[in-house]
């Protein structure tokens, strides 16, 4: 498994966000436009995982939840998040960074305090589960570039979505 | 460490600029700069508006990382002579991009042009298209 150091990669998606913020007039379109790459980044990515990791199906979100903790993260981005705050339902829990690599160095200046810098990952999340039937929703609850002490991640599971079946001849 | 954004004398500025432990994989720089290969490409009309795009982009990480090896590996000493500054490129700022030096000094397309403003500034403009092929090779 071939990696390399951060640098580059915080860097350039850095680069992504200056481009993104010249070309859309504010800061919500630029955090939608980010979740959109994230989401096609996504369902790419998950291949990618399901190849390099020997990880099978997830019985539950629990197990859903580790794995992207303990597992994607680890090895798409060197960390770890931990896994807290579960809902009593079991639908919904937060995924603490105590560091991303996406924001090293990085502030936000002050004319995009609404900006939210790592939309990327809610989209790349979200596509990814979504390509193993699986409908979440992900947003930022904390983010350190804001003020924050943490960056907090929250998935809610919405609903398994159902695998199309090719349509027979009638 | 003090995380929490402070207005005025930003805590940012007081970190170190050793290398970051935190490894990256190959992948996930791949498919982010796919993806903004493709967001380039659907904001323009010809191949030469989208390597400028591309090169706009390089261009902003190669400044950053050039001010980041200058101070690292060089205690703030910039080349000023050619032959030096290529040497440099070959050596520190290929390792650092891609974990290995250079090949050969000559035949690849790295605009290198000295910028003259209020001193010398040294502007090194990457070929988003040589970094993005160094990559795939790297990646087998």
Redesign the interface.
């Known amino acids: ?16 966000v ?2 993104l913020c010249k ?1 859309y007039e504010n800061d919500e379109e630029v955090n939608k436009q980010l979740d959109k ?1 994230g989401y ?2 996504g369902v ?2 998950i291949e ?1 995982f399901l190849a390099r990791s020997s990880v099978g199906r997830c019985h539950d979100f629990r197990e859903t939840a580790d794995v992207i903790a303990k597992v994607a993260f680890k ?5 770890t998040p931990s896994v807290t705050n579960w809902s009593p339902a079991g639908d919904e829990f937060s995924l603490i960074l105590e ?1 991303n ?1 996406l924001v ?2 990085v ?2 200046p002050d004319n995009h305090s609404n900006l939210v810098y790592s939309s ?1 990952l809610c989209g790349v999340l979200r596509g990814a589960l979504e390509m193993v039937q699986m409908a979440v929703d992900v947003r930022f609850a904390q983010d ?4 924050d ?1 943490v960056t907090e991640i929250r998935m809610k599971f919405i609903k398994r979505i159902e695998e199309n079946l090719p349509v027979g001849d009638e | 460490m003090e995380v929490r954004f402070t207005r005025g004398k930003s805590a940012i500025l007081e970190r170190s600029l050793t290398r970051p432990k935190t490894e990256v994989s190959v992948s996930a720089f791949a498919l982010l700069f796919s993806e903004m290969v493709q967001y380039c490409q659907s904001r323009v009309y010809s191949v030469s508006e989208l390597q400028a795009r591309l090169a706009d982009m390089g261009q902003g990480v190669g400044a950053s990382l050039l001010d980041v090896l200058v101070m690292r590996e060089k205690n703030g000493k910039r080349e000023t002579k050619v032959l030096n500054i290529l040497l440099f490129i070959k050596v520190n700022v290929w390792k650092a991009l891609f974990g290995k030096e250079a090949d050969k000094l000559d035949g690849f397309p790295a605009k290198v042009t000295v910028h003259w403003h209020k001193g010398t500034t040294l502007m090194i403009k990457f070929d988003e298209a040589v970094i993005a092929r160094d990559k795939t090779l790297d990646g087998r």
């Open positions: 498994p071939l990696k390399h150091n951060s640098e580059l990669f915080t860097l350039t998606y850095g680069a992504l200056t481009q070309d790459m096609n980044i790419r990515l990618d090895m798409y981005l060197g960390i560091s690599p090293d160095f502030e936000l990327l350190t570039l804001r003020g002490n």
